[in-house]
């Protein structure tokens, strides 16, 4: 005869078998914090830097601290919290790096790469299965800007899909002996989700592009006066191209470099651009000078880069028609707020332009008509065509350009260089 149900706990208990099991709820996931490079990773004595690694799930919040977020396999110092980029590698040329890397992920394995004296000839990668740990013992090689990474088995890498989890990246800067440390590193890190599996377009493609764990309009704002000069070091750790723009004046390239090599140009080589295009997991090295009060950019040039869709959470749609930069952009903006500096030298027989606005019907166009520029003579008169006319301008010459808007709503220019 069976026994009653209120017993069997009971029997249960004499004959010394297990009861139910109660577990333990999982631990916390941490708050990622935003690396700004500006402290080196691990400890470094007697020529010797010991760093202890993990990879582990943390919750980004790329935006605002109360905004959106994402949990996401990420690097962290072992004591300390997860950050986006990872950890900062930074060394003089001779150290020897003692670093041992442990994968907390129960779920996937991950392979490092980058962990490797430089210039690196050879596979550098090291698989980790969940929960195993590797010691990697390596001299750092020869000074530049390169990065390292990790990459999960759960999200392979597959080229032209929205796919990639490069927040799993940081930098790795050697320097010359001796050298003075007055510069900035700034990483680009990219994180998106897949298309919807079935194909539904309508469906929004989930992803965050920050700068030093940021997007815009929460990276940083850099402060200079007129006059003033910095030294940057910008490491794509995504596998995208970004052609980085600056507004405002030149910067100079003084050196390209991947993952694994590095090249310092000799000063006749190093070239002038307000756009540099950087190719998948490449670095940087750019000087600039501050040469005009104002707030500026610098930012990649790839509109679906810096865009509203960029943001973590899509917007309403009314953001892409703003004229406050401050929500019709997202993603992969740095800006700096120059002060003006000592008098600047009088402007001497400045060049003179009229740039009108306006707008025609158009036969054949989903909205029925064109806005565009006019330049020059007869701009109210000409015909509205499409591309605007260029706008001459001379290097070195001051120009004065009247904005003149002809359309019904406000407008806003755009202006490079």
């Keep these: 005869m069976p026994l009653p149900m209120r017993w069997t706990p009971v029997l249960l208990l004499l004959l010394g078998l297990p009861g139910p099991v109660t577990r333990s709820p999982p631990p916390p996931v941490e708050r990622v914090v935003a690396n700004d490079n500006r402290t080196p990773a691990g400890r470094l004595v007697d020529g010797v830097l010991t760093l202890h690694l993990d990879v582990r799930l943390g919750e980004w919040f790329p935006e605002d601290s109360n905004g959106p977020s994402v949990i996401l396999p990420m690097l962290a110092e072992a004591g300390g919290p997860p950050t986006a980029p990872g950890p900062l590698i930074r060394v003089p040329a001779g150290t020897w790096l003692d670093v041992t890397v442990t994968n907390q992920l129960a779920d996937t394995g991950v392979t490092i790469f980058g962990l490797s004296e430089r210039p690196t000839s050879g596979p550098d990668s090291v698989r980790l299965a969940p929960g195993a740990s590797q010691r990697i013992h390596f001299r750092a090689g020869a000074p530049g800007t390169y990065l390292y990474g990790a990459r999960t088995e759960t999200r392979p890498y597959i080229r032209d899909q929205a796919l990639e989890e490069s927040q799993l990246g940081g930098a790795f800067v050697i320097d010359r002996p001796g050298a003075p440390v007055a510069d900035r590193i700034f990483v680009i890190n990219i994180w998106s989700e897949p298309d919807d599996p079935a194909g539904d377009s309508t469906v929004v493609l989930r992803n965050v592009l920050a700068i030093n764990g940021r997007s815009w309009p929460y990276t940083e704002r850099l402060q200079f006066t007129v006059g003033d000069s910095a030294h940057w070091r910008i490491v794509n750790a995504s596998r995208r191209v970004h052609p980085m723009h600056l507004h405002g004046f030149y910067y100079r390239v003084t050196g390209l470099g991947t993952a ?93 332009r009229r740039l009108v606005v306006r707008e025609a019907p158009r036969v054949g166009s989903s909205t029925g008509f064109v806005m565009s520029y006019a330049v020059g003579e007869g701009e109210t008169t000409a015909p509205v065509v499409l591309p605007a006319p260029p706008l001459f301008l001379t290097r070195g010459v001051p120009t004065d350009v009247t904005v003149i808007n002809h359309l019904d709503v406000p407008t806003g220019v755009h202006w490079h260089g």
């Design 260 to 352: 694994a090599h590095d090249s310092a140009y000799l000063p006749e080589d190093q070239r002038l651009v307000v756009t540099e295009s950087m190719l998948p997991l490449s670095t940087m090295a750019m000087a600039l000078q501050a040469r005009e009060e104002g707030n500026w950019l610098f930012h990649c040039h790839l509109i679906y880069h810096v865009g509203p869709g960029a943001a973590l959470t899509w917007p309403d749609g009314s953001a892409a028609m703003a004229h406050d930069g401050v929500q019709h952009m997202a993603g992969l903006v740095l800006g700096l707020a120059v002060a003006p500096g000592p008098a600047p030298a009088p402007r001497v027989n400045p060049a003179k």
